[in-house]
């Protein structure tokens, strides 16, 4: 009678032990939720750039040479033509002077050659010979003058000394630039745009900058001017940001800029983890319904849901990877939006 009664209680045991771990485990699976609301969103081409004048020119020299006078300060204005600096010029002199001495050589034996020739003492191809390289030795000397222009460094616009690079003494070649003369305004944004994007933006497009040196403050700008050809080694297309006369970005500044292709004020925003495979779970009751949708803009929080969804619908953030169409679920009683 005892062995019957263990024997009873044993299998009530198993099957209140079996009847939890069914309940347990078929039981709806929790899931945090949140509310899908409205606010702005914006889509934007991504650039990165310097800033630098509208009107400016690199300055450098065009023979190599060692600097022998710096005659502009950095901040100085200065007129085109000024002297910006002098290039020791002894060898191109020496070279003058030699052939001066040859062309007045020549040009004596020709005098000489032609007074012979009147006497007919000497045949005319003669004279004609000794013309013929008197004239060359001229043109050489007038060549040889021109050079020694190249040893001069001069403004070849007016504007003010917005960096000067080099120091006496210092040997300088073809490639160094040696000042940037140019306006201190007005300023624009010299920058690159990959090329998968380039069709996307026009002159005219509003464009946010954000640079270090103003953190957490967006800057203003224009997309001014796209160069008709772009880099096919580094895939991308230049681009140019005109800036507002009273911007705080100063010359050389390199900046990040974001141009504005599309701005919606009252964009449907839903949580971007809610989002799997192209679709939501919107919950109904303790039951959700799978819904795609078409997304629009997406950043790292929130996406724009531009078709499949509207303001105050609950979807599932983050939802399990077992989660189906009409499944039940449980949401924590103190949930809250997202």
């Known amino acids: 009678m005892r062995a019957l009664i263990r024997l009873a209680i044993a299998i009530l045991l198993v099957g209140a032990v079996g ?34 004048p509208v009107i400016w020119a690199r300055i450098g020299p065009v023979v190599k ?30 070279q003058v002077q030699e052939a001066e001495a040859r062309a007045s050589f020549l040009r004596e034996e020709a005098v000489r050659l032609r007074a012979l020739a009147a006497r007919e003492i000497v045949a005319r191809a003669a004279l004609d010979r000794a013309e013929s390289e008197a004239r060359a030795a001229e043109a050489i000397v007038e060549a040889a003058r021109r050079r020694l222009d190249d040893y ?15 120091e006496i003494g210092e040997v300088v070649d073809t490639l160094n630039t040696i000042f940037v003369v140019g306006e201190k305004s007005p300023l624009r944004i010299t920058a690159e745009v990959d090329e998968e994007d380039i069709t996307r933006i026009a002159p005219g497009q509003r464009a946010l900058v954000k640079a270090d040196a103003f953190p957490g403050r967006p800057l203003a700008g224009t997309l001014a001017e796209i160069t008709p050809k772009g880099d096919p080694r580094l895939k991308v297309y230049r681009v140019r940001i005109a800036l507002p006369a009273d911007t705080p970005l100063l010359v050389g500044m390199t900046v990040e800029a974001n141009i504005i292709i599309r701005e919606e004020a009252r964009a449907v925003l839903a949580p971007a983890a809610s989002v799997r495979d192209g679709a939501v779970f919107v919950l109904d009751g303790t039951v959700v319904r799978r819904v795609p949708v078409t997304l629009g803009v997406q950043g790292p929080q929130r996406v724009e849901v531009r078709e499949g969804l509207e303001a105050g619908m609950r979807v599932v953030v983050d ?14 009683t103190n949930a809250v939006a997202r």
């Open 319 to 332: 939802p399990p990877a077992a989660l189906a169409d009409g499944a039940r679920v449980r949401v924590p």
């Open 19 to 52: 009847g939890a771990a069914w309940w347990w485990f078929a039981r709806p699976p929790l899931v945090q939720t949140a509310e899908v609301v409205t606010g702005p969103a914006v889509e934007a081409v991504y650039a990165t750039g310097t800033v630098e």
């Open 65 to 94: 040479g060692r600097l022998m006078t710096l005659a502009a300060e950095e901040g100085q204005r200065v007129r085109p033509g000024d002297v910006l600096a002098r290039l020791d010029d002894t060898v191109a002199q020496a």
């Open 152 to 166: 001069v460094l001069r403004a070849p616009m007016g504007g003010v000394v917005l960096r000067r690079d080099g």
